[in-house]
């Protein structure tokens, strides 16, 4: 039975590693260490029941260990609802490379964090995530397989996140106005970088009333005279009328001071963990009226692309999975209402179910 424990079962001051991987039911950690390139990472593989751990890799100066662990095994639990949740056949994992990626990167430093990803044996997948570029892949890929998201390949992510955001904002519509257009609706979106253009583009070509805000002047000038959007403050978008938000930039975004703000009523967008607190910010939107698309399952996209490579399929592959997104948004919400229940919760659900029912599948005859 796939499920999460209760942390009181395990005792954290004992064993405190292998402890803390009972609680989300980690399946295998990988701590790499060679002093001769300075590498200190670690590989966290969550769950492999749906296929090979595929989750990005992170480079970053965490303050200690502990955060580092606390971080690579957050996000590789993450990765397997992500990707149970998109239908993909892809279970979930992550690396985290501790140090600064402004100073401490070189080839030698990611080809030996790639014989490492190639010591499991394609039970993990790696890719960019924050603190990475392309050509960091590239060194890795030079010793693994195991890796996607390469110069040449799947290529940019964001067009394939932007849809799936697109039309799971639309199941949102449907269910919230009984129609799935968004012609005239107000939707204003939080950052207008590689995704948030996208998103705009797709709107405005419905004929939607936009709304956008970005840190960057020039970024936000160019789109709003690009697709005819409206500029609004950094801070004024909470407080804007409108039907939709859509948060495209920064998580945390819905807490209990944009709550006491927002007067949209439906919030989609593609930025990773929108809820400040799931648990409270989860059930609170619910408590307004407001439909929630949960992130990880609106912005699969990016993740569908990743998989189209390991798989070799073609770019308009990505696209039509992406599609999917509005089904399955439609299927949470629906799911939500009739047994009332906030929609992330639900979305976790429906991923767990997945990974349950396909693990007797996969039980040997
Ligand atoms: P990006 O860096 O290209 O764009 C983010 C934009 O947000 C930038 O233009 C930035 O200036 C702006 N921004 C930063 N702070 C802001 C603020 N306070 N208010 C308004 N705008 C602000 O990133 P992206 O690739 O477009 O991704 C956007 C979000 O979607 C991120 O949270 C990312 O993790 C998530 N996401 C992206 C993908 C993908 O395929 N790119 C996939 C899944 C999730």
Aim: aromatic fraction near 6%; include cysteine; charge should be negative.
């Amino acid at each position: 039975m796939f499920e999460v424990k209760n942390i009181e079962e395990v005792n954290l001051t004992e064993n405190p590693v292998i402890a803390q991987m009972s609680k989300y039911n980690h399946e295998q950690l990988l701590f790499c260490n060679d002093n001769e390139t300075g590498l200190k990472a670690i590989i966290a593989v969550h769950n492999t029941v749906l296929g090979p751990a595929l989750g990005g890799t992170r480079m970053w100066m965490y303050n200690n260990e502990t955060e580092a662990l606390n971080d690579v095994l957050r996000l590789s639990r993450g990765m397997t609802y992500k990707n149970s949740i998109s239908g993909l056949n892809l279970g979930g994992g992550k690396a985290v490379i501790i140090g600064d990626s402004r100073s401490m990167k070189s080839e030698a430093l990611f080809r030996r964090f790639g014989k490492f990803v190639n010591s499991l044996g394609g039970k993990y997948i790696t890719a960019e995530d924050v603190g990475i570029s392309p050509i960091d892949m590239t060194w890795v890929s030079m010793e693994t397989n195991h890796v996607v998201g390469l110069p040449g390949k799947s290529g940019d992510p964001s067009p394939v996140t932007a849809h799936g955001t697109y039309v799971g904002m639309k199941a949102c519509a449907k269910e919230q106005f009984g129609s799935d257009s968004l012609a005239g609706k107000k939707v204003a979106v939080q950052g207008v970088g590689h995704v948030g253009e996208y998103l705009v583009s797709s709107l405005a070509k419905e004929g939607a009333e936009i709304f956008i805000s970005d840190i960057h002047e020039p970024t936000l000038k160019r789109v709003a005279e690009t697709y005819g959007a409206k500029v609004v403050g950094l801070d004024e978008i909470y407080d804007i009328d409108m039907d939709i938000y859509a948060p495209c930039a920064l998580g945390a975004t819905v807490n209990d001071e944009t709550l006491s703000r927002l007067k949209c009523s439906i919030i989609a967008g593609a930025a990773n963990n929108q809820l400040k607190q799931e648990d409270i910010h989860g059930r609170a939107v619910m408590e307004k009226g407001m439909i929630y698309a949960p992130d990880f399952a609106l912005n699969a996209g990016g993740v569908i692309n990743c998989y189209s490579e390991v798989k070799g399929l073609a770019p308009e592959w990505a696209m039509g999975k992406a599609e999917e997104i509005y089904t399955t948004i439609q299927n949470i919400v629906k799911r939500s209402q009739s047994e009332n229940v906030p929609t992330y919760q639900i979305a976790n659900k429906m991923a767990e179910e997945r990974i349950e029912a396909m693990g007797k599948v996969k039980l040997p005859l």
